[in-house]
């Protein structure tokens, strides 16, 4: 063995004597540590605070904190009531510290990211069976995910929906049908949308379908009655509109450009996609490849956009909600580099060169969009914090004891401000309160005023965001203040 001047091994053979088994997720580790470090140190520049990039993040704390005998949340449904739970147990640990408990949250969504990874790796082994270019693959297309990276650093509970759904996957094909069902179906708890991925397993799997039956039975049963009893936003009669957004948003998230997913959140990049166009036709091709030995993961990538629009009508900002499948979609597309490997072993386009030269193609288109929604993570983050602190703050410190505060950003501001709060996703609800009508309301400039407000409210203050157009939440934030005329003070 040779050795360096201190006696050493020389590093390049330590490398070529690691085995490919610990190779891999040793560079997937790496590169996702990489790719999230660049997530927070960007997010600490722009926000000059760590912070959730969506007000669902702030809605969970707030509903935990409500929990824990805090201040109400009224008419708001959050997407992730597992991870409800789990950060009710954080807070009661950190005693509202809301730095600890950001910390935690942050560091709950990077293990996820990496579970998301290391699952993905054995879905590639048990479908190529080697740990060549495809596994290979795995390890650079998931770090540059911008999505994936987004959901990791950004601390939400969807990213576990994501990772238990990943691992529920892996262990349904490596046999252990009942064991990846469960972790399908207690997925939901977290992103529901993965309720679309459990139908695909019982479509494309019959292993003991009576058990299976009884394991998702016990998720999902309980997650219907908290979602029919849990007051939340109207219910709306499904329409094809609402399938059209989800497909249209799926179609911009595996890198078909589309009006939707980007525009209106990444301003001034309207129809780019999320990933290289080189995504969807990789997967196509890994979808043939393995069409006779499994349909599950093709099924788990599709049936999202086309099963949840009757409960769903939008798949969210930046199509969140169809992250479920996205591992499944990348995992396609890398068994789908090794349909090229295999394809010729002669000649200048043998397909090893093939693949290689597809991989570094990848990479290099990979990085104007990675760039983009780390750009959008920080200003969201921005604006959320913002917010929250600026808003929420200011209603605090001029609320008398009993005040309620209605806003389209329940999370951030109700978690701000102390104050019981009551969700004004659809602002026309301020038109049917149940009991009396609130203090405050704080909703943007752009949102159409009922009749409410024009006649017993007096606008008196204004947030202004950094960042205003294309990134949530919209801006500017006005505050109104409940007048005291015409009876109002009855009610």
Known sequence: MARVPNGRRHPSRWLASVPAEQALPLMLAVLLGLAA???????????????FPLDGGWLDLALARSVLGGPRVEGARTESPGYVLVLTCVEALARGDAAQIL???????????SVIGWASIRLVRSLSGTDGVSAAAIALMVPLSPLLVWLGASGLGMAWGVALVTLGLAEIRGGRHSMGTALVAAAIWFAPAAFAVLVATFLATRERPLRRLGLAAAFVLPWAAWYVLTPGPPLEVPSLVALWNWVRNWLSLIGIAWPGLLAGHFSGYARAAVHPILLPALAIVGAWRVRRTDRLLALSAALPALVMWPLIPHPGALGRMLLVGLPATI????????????????GVLRGGRVAHVLVVLYVLLSGPAFWRVRTVYAWQVENTVRIGREAGGWVARRAAPGDRVATVAPGAIGWFSGLPVI?????????????PWPAWIAIPINSPLPDLLLENYRAIHSVSFRVQA???????????????QGGMAAR
């Open 423 to 435: 969700d004004l996703t659809n602002p026309r609800a301020i038109d049917r309160p149940r009991g």
């Open 470 to 484: 294309g990134v949530y939440p919209p801006g500017p934030l006005i505050i109104f203040r409940r007048t005291y």
């Open 103 to 113: 910390f935690v949250a942050k560091l709950l969504s990077l293990a996820a990211l």
């Open 37 to 51: 470090a660049s997530f927070l140190i960007h997010e600490r520049a722009i926000a000059r605070s760590f912070g």
């Open 331 to 346: 995992v396609l597309a890398a068994v789908g580099l090794d349909q090229f490997v295999f394809r010729s072993e002669r």
